[in-house]
Nanobody, 118 residues
Framework: QVRLVESGGGLVQPGGSLRLSCAAS????????VSWYRQAAGKERELVAT????????TYADSVQGRFTISRDNAKNTAWLQMNSLKPEDTAVYYC???????????WGQGTQVTVSS
């Protein structure tokens, strides 16, 4: 069993920045692709960003491209989501996901609330 713990959420003004962290309780963290998802109130969960197991490739939703950056440090079993130029529509609960896609292995964190408001 893999435990993922997110942190770093909070209240920020439009245009501000936050950095979310996802700490994994597994020594084989480098086996896992990591993604950040978000779910706004009344909406479906959506994929925000993904980073490959080795950290060599990243992908982003169009809505966050150029503003958010996903990264990881496998030696620290941690991934991050740097969020800049935040907008009110970025308000959501953000979830960390770790997956080994080929093996259908999938773990979720408990989520961290991000609120962008003046």
């Amino acid at each position: 069993q893999v435990r993922l713990v997110e942190s770093g959420g909070g209240l920020v003004q439009p245009g501000g920045s936050l950095r979310l962290s996802c700490a994994a309780s597994v020594i084989t963290f480098n086996w896992f692709q990591v993604s950040w998802y978000r779910q706004a109130a009344g909406k479906e969960r959506e994929l925000v960003a993904t980073i490959t197991s080795g950290g060599d490739r990243t992908t982003y939703a169009d809505s966050v491209q150029g503003r958010f950056t996903i990264s990881r440090d496998n030696a620290k079993n941690t991934a991050w989501l740097q969020m800049n130029s935040l907008k009110p529509e970025d308000t959501a609960v953000y979830y960390c996901n770790a997956a080994i896609v080929q093996s259908h292995i999938n773990y979720w964190g408990q989520g961290t609330q991000v609120t962008v408001s003046s």
